[in-house]
């Protein structure tokens, strides 16, 4: 009889020893996982103040820039020099902060319609395993439309994606994401419901490049289209 206590009091404080043991696993995963996840915040926290910064330095660049700056769209096809609008300062405005402050360095051209137009801006296109949800990123705000008749879809002309009528009946533009005309006869039903900002002045050629790259079935480039930087031209 003794010898059955013995074994069940050893049995019982091996379960002991390893149920402390398994505690302590536990216990050590979970501070891992909360000084991961702290990390991680502070990540972010860093991130954000570095771009609150670079954002602060981009306004005050804008407010230096002459009334229709110049811009180089310069991407891994080429480069398209766009010129943006006075009419439009909103729109105007919003490019140049972004533009300024690497907003756009790093993103792609997410949708490309040959025939059609090109479009860019959306800073979930960074990230591959974000692709499902490419075309609907952009910061925290809408621009105000700004309709003006005199600029119309032609071809190299620069303007500013939106969401549907439905979801957005005053037609405020996506803060970010813009597109390229590349087709002047399939965009001229655009005129008057997304804004025109800007135009091409050189590049053409590297619009229709980017416009004749295979795409997949929702129209996004088979081989990335990534704009490496969006600078003001030299010499404006």
């Not at 996982?33 to 910064?53: E, G, H, P, V, Y």
């Not at 902060?97 to 790093?106: E, R, W």
Request: proline letters at 5%.
């Amino acid at each position: 009889m003794k010898h059955y206590l013995l074994i069940a009091a050893s049995c019982l404080a091996a379960a002991l020893m390893a149920c402390a043991c398994g505690n302590g696993t536990k216990k050590s995963e979970a501070e891992l996982a909360k000084a991961k996840a702290d990390s991680i915040a502070a990540a972010k926290a860093m991130q954000a103040k570095q771009d609150s910064i670079k954002m602060a330095n981009a306004r005050k660049k804008v407010s230096e820039l002459p009334e229709e700056p110049v811009f180089d769209i310069v991407t891994n096809h080429g480069t398209m020099v766009v010129k943006l609008y006075s009419k439009t300062p909103k729109h105007r405005d919003n490019f140049a902060k972004l533009a300024l402050s690497g907003y756009y360095n790093g993103t792609l051209f997410h949708r490309v319609i040959n025939g059609f137009m090109i479009q860019a801006g959306d800073p979930l296109s960074k990230d591959p395993s974000q692709k499902a949800k490419w075309g609907t990123g952009g910061p925290d705000y809408t621009i105000p439309a700004e309709f003006i008749p005199e600029y119309k879809h032609k071809k190299g002309a620069l303007a500013a994606a939106r969401r549907g009528d439905a979801a957005n009946p005053y037609k405020e533009s996506s803060g970010s994401q813009f597109y390229i005309v590349q087709n002047a006869d399939a965009c001229a039903q655009l005129d008057g419901n997304y804004t025109v900002f800007g135009e091409t002045l050189e590049g053409l050629k590297t619009v229709d490049a980017i416009a004749g790259v295979e795409t997949d079935g929702r129209d996004c480039p088979v081989t990335p289209v990534k704009i490496i930087t969006v600078k003001l031209h030299e010499g404006k």
